[in-house]
Nanobody, 126 residues
Framework: QVQLRESGGGLVQAGDSLRLSCAAS????????MGWFRQAPGKEREFVAA????????YYADSVKDRFTISRDNVTNAVYLQMNSLKPEDPAVYYC???????????????????WGQGTQVPVSS
C-alpha cells in the first residue's frame, strides 16, 4: 500500500521555526515531483512549495518564499519543509503530495498530484 505520512506539526509561536517531514512507503518517489500544500479552515487547499524529481527545481508560493524551504532525500524516500519565521497566517493542515507521473514538472496546483498524505496540523499562536 502506497502511503505518504507527514510529521512534525505542532503548536508554535509567530517567529518560530518548524520542520515538517513526509515519509513515503510502498513505493519510491525518487522520480516524481513532490509538493507541499496547506488548507486552513474554511479555505481551499493551496500550494505551498514543490520540488522537481531530481531536486534541481524548487517552486514556492509568494506568501512563503524566502521563509520556507523544500528539500528531499531520495535515498530515504522523504521530503521536508523547513518553515522559518512563521506568521499568524501560516496555520493550516499541511499536506505532502507526490506527482502521479514520473519526471513531470512540479505543479503549483493540486492537479497531477496523485498521492496525498493525511496531513499534519500546524497551528501558530501570535
Amino acid at each position: 500500500q502506497v502511503q505518504l505520512r507527514e510529521s512534525g506539526g505542532g503548536l508554535v509561536q509567530a517567529g518560530d521555526s518548524l520542520r515538517l517531514s513526509c515519509a513515503a512507503s510502498g513505493r519510491t518517489f525518487s522520480n516524481n515531483a513532490m509538493g507541499w500544500f496547506r488548507q486552513a479552515p474554511g479555505k481551499e487547499r493551496e500550494f505551498v512549495a514543490a520540488l522537481s524529481w531530481n531536486g534541481g527545481g524548487t517552486y514556492y508560493a509568494d506568501s512563503v518564499k524566502d521563509r520556507f524551504t523544500i528539500s528531499r532525500d531520495n535515498v530515504t524516500n522523504a521530503v521536508y519543509l523547513q518553515m522559518n519565521s512563521l506568521k499568524p497566517e501560516d496555520p493550516a493542515v499541511y499536506y505532502c503530495a507526490a506527482h502521479a507521473v514520473a519526471f513531470s514538472l512540479p505543479r503549483r496546483t493540486t492537479r497531477g498530484y496523485g498521492y496525498w498524505g493525511q496531513g499534519t496540523q500546524v497551528p501558530v499562536s501570535s
